[in-house]
């Protein structure tokens, strides 16, 4: 199961820190991802992590965003600072490269100018 938190409204500029509890797996041997998506667009891919820690980004999010993993307490968590309108979306986070079938609510991510 997966629970994403820490969305919010925030002005552009602003940060915030997303959280993934990963229920149910063992996080130490998944690679693990945020995607969003935004009204009127498909999901994308924003960052994702190897089981060993390796990172990769976006480009349109790479310098702003950082993924990260908490194996014990089996979270994943997304970083995000200088945030600007084009972040609004749903922020999802997913086994990666191959997701469940479960993509859970999602958490919402607001951001004005």
């Known amino acids: 199961q997966l629970q994403a938190s820490g969305g919010g409204a925030v002005q552009a500029g602003g940060s915030l820190r997303l959280s993934c509890g990963v229920a149910?797996?063992?996080?130490?041997?998944?690679?693990m991802a945020w995607y969003r998506r935004a009204p009127g667009k498909e999901r994308e891919l924003v960052a994702s992590?190897?089981?060993?820690?390796?990172?990769e980004y976006a480009t349109s999010v790479e310098g702003r965003f950082t993924i990260s993993r908490d194996n014990i307490r089996r979270n994943v968590f997304l970083q995000m600072t200088g945030l600007h309108p084009d972040d609004t979306a749903v922020y999802y986070c997913q086994r990666y490269p191959t997701p469940w079938d479960y993509w859970g609510r999602g958490t919402q991510v607001t951001v004005s100018s």
């Open positions: 149910g797996a063992n996080l130490r041997i998944l690679g």
């Open positions: 992590i190897s089981s060993g820690g390796t990172t």
